[in-house]
T-cell receptor
Framework: NAGVTQTPKFQVLKTGQSMTLQCAQD?????MSWYRQDPGMGLRLIHY???????DQGEVPNGYNVSRSTTEDFPLRLLSAAPSQTSVYFC??????????????FGQGTRLTVV | DAKTTQPPSMDCAEGRAANLPCNHS???????VYWYRQIHSQGPQYIIH???NNETNEMASLIITEDRKSSTLILPHATLRDTAVYYC???????????????FGQGTTLQVKP
C-alpha cells in the first residue's frame, strides 16, 4: 500500500515555464487536496476535490489549475511559474464522512524552486 | 471555517507529558477537532481527532472541554522524536454545502529537551 505518492520530489523551473505536479493515491479516497508551505509558515490550501470531476478553490488558488478525472489522481498545474511560487507542495487524501477513518494522509512533498 | 489559536512554541522535558492547548471558541456542533504534526519538512502526520468525547490512541490523548471551545493534546511520555510542529484544526464538516476541507494555522512548535 503506497499511500499518497508525489512526483517529482525536487524541481527547478525558469520563470514563465509551466509544469504539472503529480499526485496519486491508492486508498480509494474521495477527498484530495493540494497545499503549499513557504519557509517557516504553515500549510495553505491551494485547491481541493471531493470526488472525480469536482474541484474547488482553496485559500491561494491563483496561478494554479487542477483537474480530477479519476479517483486516484489529482495533478496540480503551474500555468506560468513565478519566483513567488517557490515552495514545498504537499498533496493529501482522505475519506469523506464523519468520525472514523477520515484522517488525511499526506505525500512527502515536492520542493519547487522557480528562478 | 472555525479558527483555532495555539501558542507558537512550547518546551517539554523528555519523559514528561506534553500538554498542547488549542482554542476553538467558534466551533460549531458538527465540526471535528483534528491534530496533526509535522516533523522537519516531512508531510504532516495524523495524530488523533474527536467530536466531543475524550479520545485516546497509541500516540496521544485528546481532551475536549464540555463546551467544545478548547482542547488539549497530551503526549504522555514525550521523546526527542516528538519534537515537531503540532497543528490543531477544526475540520469543515461534510454536507451538501460543506466540503470537509482542512485549513492549517501556524501550529505550536514543540521542543522536547533531554
Amino acid at each position: 500500500n503506497a499511500g499518497v505518492t508525489q512526483t517529482p520530489k525536487f524541481q527547478v523551473l525558469k520563470t514563465g515555464q509551466s509544469m504539472t505536479l503529480q499526485c496519486a493515491q491508492d486508498m480509494n479516497h474521495e477527498y484530495m487536496s493540494w497545499y503549499r508551505q513557504d519557509p517557516g509558515m504553515g500549510l495553505r490550501l491551494i485547491h481541493y476535490s471531493v470526488g472525480a470531476g469536482i474541484t474547488d478553490q482553496g485559500e491561494v488558488p491563483n496561478g494554479y489549475n487542477v483537474s480530477r478525472s479519476t479517483t486516484e489522481d489529482f495533478p496540480l498545474r503551474l500555468l506560468s511559474a513565478a519566483p513567488s511560487q517557490t515552495s514545498v507542495y504537499f498533496c493529501a487524501s482522505s475519506n469523506r464522512g464523519r468520525g472514523e477513518n477520515t484522517e488525511a494522509f499526506f505525500g512527502q512533498g515536492t520542493r519547487l524552486t522557480v528562478v | 471555517d472555525a479558527k483555532t489559536t495555539q501558542p507558537p512554541s512550547m518546551d517539554c522535558a523528555e519523559g514528561r507529558a506534553a500538554n498542547l492547548p488549542c482554542n476553538h471558541s467558534t466551533i460549531s456542533g458538527n465540526e471535528y477537532v483534528y491534530w496533526y504534526r509535522q516533523i522537519h519538512s516531512q508531510g504532516p502526520q495524523y495524530i488523533i481527532h474527536g467530536l466531543k468525547n475524550n479520545e485516546t490512541n497509541e500516540m496521544a490523548s485528546l481532551i475536549i472541554t464540555e463546551d467544545r471551545k478548547s482542547s488539549t493534546l497530551i503526549l504522555p511520555h514525550a521523546t526527542l522524536r516528538d519534537t515537531a510542529v503540532y497543528y490543531c484544526i477544526v475540520r469543515d464538516p461534510w454536507g451538501s454545502s460543506n466540503t470537509g476541507k482542512l485549513i492549517f494555522g501556524q501550529g505550536t512548535t514543540l521542543q522536547v529537551k533531554p
